[in-house]
């Protein structure tokens, strides 16, 4: 009787052994991505929303579904992080994040909703004189770049249909503060906004500044602040012509240990396009 139970004993301390084997070999499996995206490292979470690669068609779905739940933005978010589409597996995700990442997770959401709050008009008015007058852009987030080292593009080239500088006017994409203005070597004349929920939206490769601009300016979204050109790719300051004449957009946001991150501005520009000023410029 002392034998079987002392080989019963034995079977359940393997089995129990077994059990805490397969259990940490599972959490490892899920800290590395094979079980469940909600384990997802931040770094790699970080950089999906950096690249903020989504549709129109998505962020359509995403303004329906939201509620006192989840905003549109939280659900944007979630799919930056996780890829998933599903509505009730966002929610889920959502939840998992809130209780496994906290204070990150949250500083991720504000990202998010500050960048979207604050977008009102799309950056280049159309003419009303000149309807043949367009302009065009693709998402050319973080392709290689070289001047001054190789480096990836953190921006939206948005191109001109008539290659003359000076011709097609700039808006404020949102309100905010004049934080910089002046020449950079690698984005030629710029200006740099603050919109009001922190983001940094700059704008490069100017021609001319549509007034005499001083860091502390108030703008109103929609306000004109330059004229597109092809300034820039030098030390000396008003060198044009190393390239076409376009808009660079560029977005970024500080995070609180003081580093500055940027973020791709093709889907927010995408979004403003039903968002379009109307000028009468020649």
């Known amino acids: 009787m002392r ?7 034995l079977v359940y301390l393997i089995l129990i052994l077994m059990m805490v084997f397969f259990d940490l070999h599972m ?10 995206n909600s384990l997802i490292r931040p770094e790699e979470a970080l950089r999906s929303i950096r690249a903020m690669q989504v549709t129109q068609e998505q962020l ?13 933005q939280e659900y944007l978010c979630m799919y930056l992080i996780t890829g998933e589409s599903d509505q009730k ?25 500050g960048l979207w709050e604050d977008l009102m008009y799309y950056p280049l008015p159309r003419s009303l004189a000149h309807e043949e007058l367009t302009v065009s852009y693709a998402d050319s987030w973080m392709t290689e770049r070289t001047y001054g080292g190789v480096r990836g593009h953190e921006g ?6 008539l290659n003359e500088r000076g011709h097609y006017p700039v808006v404020s994409m949102t309100d905010g503060v004049v934080e910089k203005i002046g020449w950079l070597p690698k984005g030629g004349y710029r200006i740099g906004i ?7 939206f700059y704008y490069a490769h100017l021609y001319d500044y ?4 001083q860091p502390g300016d108030q703008v109103r979204a929609g306000q004109w602040i330059g004229f597109m050109g092809d300034s820039g790719y030098s030390d000396v300051e008003g060198t044009v012509g190393n390239f076409d004449v376009h808009l660079h957009v560029g977005v970024y946001v500080n995070q ?7 973020f791709n501005p093709y889907p927010l520009i995408q979004a403003l396009e039903e968002k379009r000023l109307a000028y009468r410029y020649e």
């Open 89 to 113: 597996q966002l929610m889920r995700d959502s939840q998992r994040f809130q209780s496994l990442r906290g204070a990150e997770y949250e500083l991720y959401c504000s990202y998010i909703r």
């Open 256 to 262: 609180p240990d003081g580093t500055e991150l940027s």
């Open 156 to 161: 939206c080239d948005m191109m001109a249909s």
């Open 60 to 72: 359509s779905l995403f303004e329906e579904w939201a509620d006192e739940t989840m905003d549109w």
């Open 194 to 200: 603050r919109s009001p929920h922190g983001g940094y």
């Open 3 to 9: 034998q079987r139970t002392g080989r019963r004993g």
């Open 210 to 213: 549509a007034q005499d601009f």
């Open 27 to 36: 959490l490892e499996w899920c800290m590395q991505g094979g079980h469940t």
